[in-house]
């Protein structure tokens, strides 16, 4: 088993609570793009927003943000064995700073990648089975997909690079990862509102842009953030 | 030959320089003992010869190898850290293996060598800090290696495990390269070969500990009756009669005069060990 494998399993034995909460957003989020489809519309008494169009946006938002939840006890990991010396072993062992972020990042993507498969393939049965357009579930996986593992990306890095970088093992620069990996989230879930006809189009544009980020920053911290940072 | 080398090394952390231009030369396969204050920077000096710190300056190398940037180097050292550094929610067996499958090994060979085969599947947060400190040195032992580096191996252990470290460090010195350090001035005379002292950064004293010379040599003898008349220079302190003298060859002829005049002797001890002056201000 590869030290990702591990460190991806261990992830998940330390903090359940994660998987659990994870879990359960997704559930929601399959709920919310469902619901429009289950409660007739009432035309008699329209309401005055009507937000039901917004909905499969709001649940590709949400389940994108399962698989963030999902993946997040993996940069936990990160600061807990770096703080208790295991990073500074596995320098030790001929590992670079590069191989231990990289490490981490595929055990993150690899948890977000399970969630999300299985949201998009049961978010697109039930819809299937409620009758919603077949266009419309397809654009939803892609974005849900494209979308979350983007923004996994995005924090994993952003909060391992935070916490190489903070001074004190106790300091709380470690969530602006998440903050930062949160922030192209807003585009991609208010630029459709206001331009429904290139909804997908900007969603995956903006998902290719995180992930090239992602990548160049992951590149990045592995030259610039020196080992003597993972150092307990 | 393997050596290890480093020329004029001086590394630290950010811009702050804790060691000084320090140059070494190790030819002989022995054990190394680090001696040196706390913050006089012995894990700096492992840290960078271990390849995890950047030297500011100056060269590590080992068999030829830059320690830095060869990963070839590096995979051929041990480092064990002053933490235990394992995953504290596995199993004895799952952290070795954990390590084992990173960089290979044989985790069953060291369950072996460190007698931890009963402690196998208990969780390692439920051990007790010497269990700890067996299992995190039984890491090292994975695979073999060349040059291992030991910060302080022995702190926070009981004295018979303690001395099985000391006796698996003793062996392996046959054929490797130990960097011990300890401030345990007892146990590094017992095990050392080479005596390093690091003080402020900076290089102090490195030679065989055989030559290292005391300033005094204060020895305190036992005896069943009493000898302040045969011995006057002597002072009575805590059941022994107390003599400063030049070197051990001076204990000698006082004994053998102390015995001829009737004294009986039950114990001599050597109160100062000679180390102790490397711990000391100046």
Redesign the interface.
């Known amino acids: 088993m590869s030290f990702w494998q591990v460190t991806m399993k261990r992830s998940v034995r330390l903090s359940r609570s994660y998987f659990v909460i994870g879990i359960v957003t997704t559930l929601y989020g399959i709920i919310l793009s469902n619901i429009m489809s289950i409660i007739p519309a009432d035309s008699a008494n329209p309401a005055p927003i009507d937000l039901s169009n917004n909905f499969p946006i709001l649940s590709v938002a949400i389940l994108s943000l399962s698989g963030l939840l999902f993946s997040l006890p993996v940069v936990m990991l990160f600061v807990y064995d770096k703080n208790n010396g295991v990073l500074e072993y596995l320098l030790s062992t001929g590992l670079d700073q590069l191989d231990i972020f990289k490490g981490y990042v595929k055990a993150s993507l690899t948890l977000a990648t399970y969630l999300l498969v299985f949201a998009v393939i049961f978010n697109t049965a039930i819809g299937f089975i409620l009758g919603t357009s077949l266009s419309l579930l397809a654009s939803m996986a892609v974005l849900t997909f494209v979308i979350g593992i983007s923004e996994v990306f995005l924090v994993t890095v952003c909060m391992m690079a935070f916490s190489s970088l903070q001074k004190t093992p106790m300091g709380a620069n470690q969530p602006l990862g998440v903050v930062i990996g949160i922030i192209p989230m807003f585009p991609a879930l208010i630029l459709p509102l206001a331009f429904p006809a290139y909804a997908i189009v900007i969603d995956l544009l903006i998902a290719v842009i995180t992930l090239l980020v992602s990548f160049v920053l992951l590149l990045s911290i592995g030259r610039l953030i020196l080992r003597e940072k993972l150092l307990p | 030959m393997q050596k290890l080398e480093l020329h004029e090394l001086s590394a630290g952390?950010?811009s702050e320089e804790v060691i000084h231009r320090i140059s070494l030369e190790l030819t002989e396969p022995s054990i190394y003992v680090v001696l040196g204050p706390n913050g006089a920077g012995k894990t700096t000096l492992f840290?960078t010869i271990?390849?995890?710190?950047?030297p500011f300056s100056g060269q590590a190398k080992f068999d030829d190898m830059d320690l830095f940037s060869s990963?070839?180097a590096?995979?051929r050292?041990?480092?064990l850290?002053h933490?235990?550094?394992?995953?504290?929610?596995?199993t004895v067996y799952n952290a070795l293996k954990?390590?084992a499958?990173?960089?290979g090994g044989d985790v069953d060979h060291v369950l072996k060598l460190l007698n931890l085969i009963e402690l196998r599947d208990k969780k390692f947060s439920s051990l007790s800090q010497g269990q700890k400190k067996r299992v995190s040195v039984g890491?090292i032992f994975l695979r073999e290696r060349d040059l291992y580096l030991l910060d302080e191996p022995t702190s926070n252990v009981d004295p018979k495990i303690s001395k099985e470290i000391r006796e698996l460090l003793i062996r392996l010195s046959k054929d490797k390269f130990v960097l011990y350090s300890s401030h345990n001035l007892y146990e590094a005379r017992e095990i050392g070969t080479y005596l390093i002292v690091i003080k402020n950064g900076e290089l102090k004293f490195f030679d065989k500990i055989e030559n290292v010379k005391t300033k005094q040599y204060r020895v305190g003898i036992k005896t069943l009756n009493g000898i302040s008349r045969l011995l006057p220079e002597s002072k009575f302190e805590n059941g022994y009669y107390v003599v400063t003298v030049d070197g051990p060859s001076e204990v000698a002829k006082i004994v053998g005069n102390l015995v001829r005049l009737g004294a009986e002797i039950v114990e001599i001890r050597e109160l100062d060990n000679p180390l102790q002056e490397f711990f000391e201000e100046g």
């Open positions: 952390y950010g840290r271990s390849g995890i710190l950047k990963k070839e590096r995979r050292i041990a480092y850290s933490l235990n550094a394992l995953p504290e929610e596995m954990y390590y499958d990173v960089e890491k």
